[in-house]
């Protein structure tokens, strides 16, 4: 949730697995941890995110090989004396182990020496990084020894010398090498001798030149470009007086309270805490700071004003969310079940209903209704489409824009990206507000947008809650300067789908026995079998 007094938004860490916290931080109501502190006191502003996930695979970080030498990083139980091993898994009946000097034990130093993170989902990270590097070095390494690759003694020299292990102003110093301990140089030496013949494979693949004719035909591809001009009907396009009928018809749900809160796991302690504040023997701040769980502990539980609709989903049971709003102001709450565990609210002011001709109450609203009355924005936005489509098939495009007050968003020469290739350029490069990018996914829209004639108003497009309404402007081949640039990246282009494609075909292998996950939860995190 979201609090109207401040405006707490914590930019959001890309992760690969979220896991439950230790300490459960509030609600997890919905929008609270999409929200970071400012200045107290400042009015919220609520934020509209749209994360985009992509995933991708963690090779050997980008497929370069980094050596990590004499690192000291807790490994979560595997002792030193190399007594201990963890095996999560096996390819092509080679065990990926964990165990004290191995490969998997110095890519998990090179990744815990990057991610700083000592939390569940830090741990997981290293651990997960480490272990995919460990799979993709040893099919690489199996490859090899198929291919009888063999590490000669002078090459191995070189490679030593050119680690950087024992350098001295950026290069090779004997006199380093020489005051080296033997277990380093043994440890380098065992790490580069690893590593070199699954770096030869790869160096193979990626070596495969890319021909002048296999560039002109990508580039023959971009040539059927076409430009749009195109206006959107979003849910920002829902009229104010509409969003103000609705809220009116609905009062309940946008009615506003003025709160502090303290969460905590254990019910009975709650309880406890809740007798003394009514007792007067504490503040409700100092209770806060000294015993919430949740993200507003250190403002002594100040949470600030939540719509109705908001707070609901801090409890177990929504229908008690009346309950709180009939507390007298000034007073503390029963003790509520929430998602998080159990909740004790303190009603700083007394509920009210919001004022619907501000702004910001408008703009919640209409996002309220996007997401929980969803038919209501889209019929409206479907109808006003259909009345724009219909004027400016027979009219001036801009000149009906105009009329209804839209904005006409102008998107240069753009292919027929179906498939969304790589290889060709799309509209989400080309489409600068992102309206026809999020519609132009599916194939009939594409089919419909260039199989027009030229000059040709497209019937309205519907994504989402959002219908767009385009205009083919014109049919030309991409400029000269867009040819010049694809053509320079293009080898690296293909370079990086040779990667992908190779990291695909080894995690995606009948080879791989992947028992990753249970392995981490049982023996790194000791929390039971993930079975």
């Known amino acids: 949730m979201s609090s ?29 941890d999409a929200a970071s502190k400012k200045d107290q006191g400042s009015p919220k502003k609520k934020l509209k995110v749209t994360p985009a996930q992509v995933f991708t695979y963690v090779i050997l970080v980008v497929l370069v090989v980094v050596l ?5 990083v807790s490994m979560f139980g595997v002792n030193r004396s190399g007594g201990d091993s963890l095996v999560f898994g096996e390819y092509d009946g080679t065990p990926i182990e964990f165990k004290f000097g191995n490969y998997f034990h110095r890519q998990y130093q090179n990744q815990a020496s990057q991610i700083k993170d000592t939390s569940i989902s830090g741990a997981y990270q290293i651990w997960y990084g480490a272990y995919q590097n460990t799979v993709f070095h040893t099919a690489l390494s199996k490859l090899a020894d198929k291919a009888g690759i063999v590490v000669a003694e002078n090459s191995l020299n070189e490679a030593i010398k050119n680690s950087g292990a024992f350098s001295k102003d950026g290069v090779f110093d004997p006199e380093t090498y020489k005051n080296a301990t033997v277990e380093y140089q043994t440890q380098v030496k065992t790490s580069i001798q690893d590593n070199l013949p699954a770096q030869m494979v790869l160096g193979d693949v990626m070596s495969v030149l890319t021909s002048d004719a296999e560039i002109d035909y990508v580039l023959a591809m971009n040539d059927n470009g076409r430009s749009f001009n195109y206006v959107a009907f979003t849910a920002e396009s829902y009229p104010d007086d509409l969003t103000a009928a609705y809220a009116q018809a609905n009062p309940a749900l946008f009615t506003q309270i003025d709160i502090s809160i303290i969460t905590m796991q254990d019910e009975a302690a709650l309880k406890t805490l809740a007798e003394e504040l009514q007792a007067g023997s504490k503040t409700f701040a100092d209770a806060a700071v000294a015993n919430s769980i949740d993200t507003f502990a250190s403002e002594g539980g100040r949470a600030g004003v939540w719509y109705l609709y908001e707070l609901q989903q801090n409890f177990n049971e929504p229908d008690q969310v009346n309950v ?3 507390t007298k102001e000034g007073s503390v709450s029963q003790v509520f079940a929430s998602p998080s565990g159990f909740t004790l609210y303190k009603v700083e002011k007394s509920p009210a209903l919001a004022d619907f001709t501000d702004v910001d109450v408008l703009a919640d609203v209409k996002t309220y209704i996007g997401s929980k009355d969803p038919a209501i924005v889209s019929s409206y936005l479907q109808e006003k489409a259909s009345e724009f489509y219909q004027a400016a098939a027979n009219g001036d495009f801009a000149s009906v824009a105009e009329q209804f007050n839209v904005n006409v968003v102008e998107v ?13 350029s799309s509209f989400a490069y080309t ?3 992102g309206a026809l990018a999020s519609v132009a996914t599916g194939e009939e829209a594409m089919k419909k947008l260039y199989s027009a004639a030229v000059g040709t108003v497209i019937e309205p497009l519907i994504s989402g809650n959002n219908v767009i309404v385009a205009k083919v402007m014109s049919e030309e081949p991409i400029d000269e300067n867009t040819k010049d640039y694809l053509r ?16 695909q075909s080894i995690f995606a292998s009948d080879k791989l026995k992947d028992d990753f996950f249970n392995v981490f939860l049982t023996k790194v995190m000791g929390e039971g079998s993930a079975n």
């Open 488 to 503: 320079y990246v293009y080898p690296y282009m293909a370079q990086n789908q040779i990667q992908q494609d190779l990291a």
């Open 324 to 326: 709180l709003f009939s």
């Open 412 to 424: 240069g020469a753009t292919p027929a990206n179906i498939g969304e290739s790589s290889y060709l």
């Open 68 to 72: 990590v030498f004499g690192m000291g």
């Open 431 to 433: 489409d600068y507000q």
């Open 4 to 32: 109207k007094e401040t405006n707490n938004a914590e930019a959001d860490r890309e992760q690969i697995v979220e896991f439950k916290p230790v300490k459960v931080k509030r609600k997890q109501m919905a929008e609270a």
